[in-house]
């Protein structure tokens, strides 16, 4: 049997987060099998706002075989334990989307639904008192899990906040060490095979010809290789997604850490902060339609918490996807392969889940047209789910007059999203396909939040006996209540870590 022609050369344009990740994952991942070149430009700046994290950035960490102090000390990091949204559902209005688990894995019935029959039979115990990680971020703590299931510690979830540009180069530092070749330069010319039309080689500003196999586009919003080689368009989400610009600005850090981001709701848009050791991430995205960037940004400095470290930045964007981030040779990681604003942190988890699937998948010199079919579809499922649970948060509100927010109000939801709703309000239940990024706790923390009540619950609830339902349930809130205060603050937490404490 003759051996397949292995892709022996993979060439990544761009370096940033993306192209970083991508280098580090595959150098670790193929070894010497692969010679990885990078080519990227220090005068192209790169997007870098992508500051928080969700729980999948453990698996990317793990994989890549970076420790956590390390990670923690190189990149100004702090831990998040969910985000907080206010403002959202109505002014004044508050709520909080926890990582990890509700309650705790009760027998019968999910969670949720005993929740759901206990409340329709009067006890007033609010979703977030039956979150650990929900009264922890309340109040300023931290605390890993365990992988004890009789702990109430083994419900919790974490992420990080992180500064991108530290991260990057952070993988830098990994990559080239594992053997990673960096190109600095700009691309002048891309050639492709006249018979094939797959990606040849890159030619940069300077003349440096880079051939490969294997060519991975983490150019950005710019897209170099897959639109503007390969010509694959772009399916614009922007009439469920309005918000097409961007302004960041970081500030002093002031007061103790929160361990969570916050997301508030404003007239255009909404505002993110993420606190890290050495500063606080601030931006408002918002709909260019609705207000001027001059606005925007002085809504911006109006409402730091502390002093500005910076001008601000500006970024435009457009909301969408491309169907196909893998034609011919070339594979599209991170923003040239679509974009969704950072509202549930899920920028680098699409970086990650790219890799992951190319991992996977990773062809041989053929290029097998059904890898490639398979990654379009498993991305799109990815791309289309977080687009949806995005939509959830703009459509479900009240109270505001906005422009943005009663187009987005009353605007057609995409069907799939507008059936989970219905099943939702009919019966509680959510129904999840089994590779989607947000779980039911995730779905029900900002249906819940967002006002979107379940009117009914799983009949196999009526199984338990009532009375035993509602003391199990008050249980769980009060072992939560009695947990939270004894683990540690955050910044005590980070400093035990770090051996600074």
């Not at 974490?158 to 053997?179: C, I, K, P, V």
């Not at 502390?306 to 969408?320: S, Y």
């Not at 799983?458 to 939270?484: F, G, K």
């Amino acid at each position: 049997m003759q051996a397949p022609d292995r892709v022996r050369r993979v060439v990544i344009l761009g370096g940033g987060t993306a192209g970083w990740m991508t280098a580090a994952a595959l150098s670790r991942s193929l070894g010497d099998a692969v010679a990885i070149t990078l080519l990227e430009s220090d005068a192209i700046g790169t997007v870098g706002v992508g500051e928080a994290t969700i729980p999948t950035i453990h698996w990317f960490n793990e994989l890549v075989g970076i420790d956590e102090a390390a990670f923690v000390r190189a990149t100004q990091a702090t831990f998040k334990l969910g985000i907080e949204f206010v403002d959202w559902t109505a002014p004044g209005h508050r709520y909080f989307h926890p990582f990890g688990q509700f309650g705790a894995p009760l027998p019968g019935v999910a969670f949720h639904h005993r929740w759901l029959k206990a409340q329709a039979e009067g006890l007033d115990v609010p979703l977030s008192a039956l979150s650990l990680a929900a009264q922890l971020a309340a109040q300023g703590r931290f605390a890993k899990p365990t992988g004890d299931a009789r702990s109430i510690l083994s419900t919790l979830g974490y992420a990080y906040h992180f500064d991108a540009g530290l991260y990057a180069a952070y993988l830098r530092r990994l990559s080239e060490s594992a053997g990673v070749t960096r190109i600095e330069g700009k691309l002048h010319h891309v050639e492709r095979d006249g018979e094939t039309g797959f990606v040849t080689a890159l030619t940069t500003e300077r003349g440096e010809r880079i051939e490969g196999d294997l060519f991975i586009d983490c150019s950005g919003f710019r897209a170099l290789l897959i639109a503007g080689a390969m010509g694959e368009g772009y399916e614009d989400w922007s009439h469920w997604l309005p918000c097409d610009r961007a302004v960041a600005v970081p500030c002093a850090r002031v007061a103790a850490t929160t361990p969570f981001t916050r997301s508030t709701a404003r007239a255009a848009g909404w505002q993110w902060r993420i606190p890290l050791q050495h500063r606080t991430g601030n931006g408002y995205v918002y709909a260019g339609r609705y207000l001027s960037d001059d606005e925007a940004a002085a809504t911006l400095l109006g409402s730091l918490d502390g002093e500005a470290l910076a001008e601000p930045r500006f970024l435009r964007f457009t909301a969408g996807t491309r169907r196909r981030p893998w034609r011919g040779n070339v594979v599209a990681i991170g923003l040239s392969s679509g974009f969704l604003e950072p509202l549930e942190s899920t920028s680098i988890h699409l970086i990650q889940s790219g890799i992951t699937k190319l991992l996977t998948l990773f062809p041989n010199r053929d290029f097998d047209p059904a890898l490639a079919d398979r990654f379009n579809e498993v991305f799109a499922r990815d791309m289309d789910g977080i687009k949806d649970f995005l939509i959830l948060h703009y459509h479900a509100t009240s109270g505001r007059d906005d422009p943005l927010w009663r187009h987005c109000r009353t605007m057609p939801l995409p069907d799939s999203l507008r059936a989970r709703e219905e099943q939702y309000r009919r019966s509680g239940r959510i129904i999840l396909d089994p590779d989607e990024l947000f779980r039911e706790a995730s779905w029900l923390a900002v249906l819940n939040g967002q006002g979107i009540v379940a009117q009914g619950y799983n009949p196999l609830a009526d199984a338990i006996d009532s009375t035993t339902n509602r003391a199990q349930v008050r249980q769980i809130a009060e072992v939560v209540a009695r947990a939270a205060p004894t683990l540690p603050l955050h910044d005590a937490a980070l400093a035990a870590m770090l051996g600074t404490s």
